[in-house]
């Protein structure tokens, strides 16, 4: 089992900017593929990005290329997702999720293990 938690959400003007965290606990691995998922009310789940194990690949939606920025801490089995610029359209309850020693992939089936998720808020 892999827990998941994420934190750093909350309420922000566009243009601002927020670091989202997603600290795991038990079977962590640093072959563990990560992701960053969001959903919208009325939409469906989509990945914002996903890093390798090593960090040395990422997969960005083009939605948020050059705004966003992935990172993982492997001695603290932790992963960030730095957003900068942030848009209306960016509001969303933002999903880690744990791919166990899989390939990179940006499909939410791919992922075993969830956190609860986190809620952003973008006003205009």
């Known amino acids: 089992q892999v827990h998941l938690i994420e934190s750093g959400g909350g309420l922000v003007q566009a243009g601002g900017s927020l670091r989202l965290s997603c600290a795991a606990s038990?079977?962590?691995?640093?072959?563990?593929?990560m992701g960053w998922f969001r959903q919208a009310p009325g939409k469906e789940r989509e990945c914002v990005v996903a890093i390798a194990q090593s960090g040395s690949a990422t997969n960005y939606a083009d939605s948020v290329k050059g705004r966003f920025t992935i990172s993982r801490d492997n001695t603290k089995n932790t992963v960030y997702l730095q957003m900068n610029s942030l848009k209306p359209e960016d509001t969303a309850v933002y999903y880690c999720?744990?791919?166990?020693?899989?390939?990179?992939?940006?499909?939410?089936?791919?992922?075993?293990?969830w956190g609860q998720g986190t809620q952003v808020t973008v006003s205009s």
């Open positions: 999720a744990a791919n166990l020693g899989g390939l990179i992939s940006s499909k939410k089936n791919a992922y075993t293990y």
């Open positions: 038990g079977r962590t691995s640093s072959r563990n593929v």
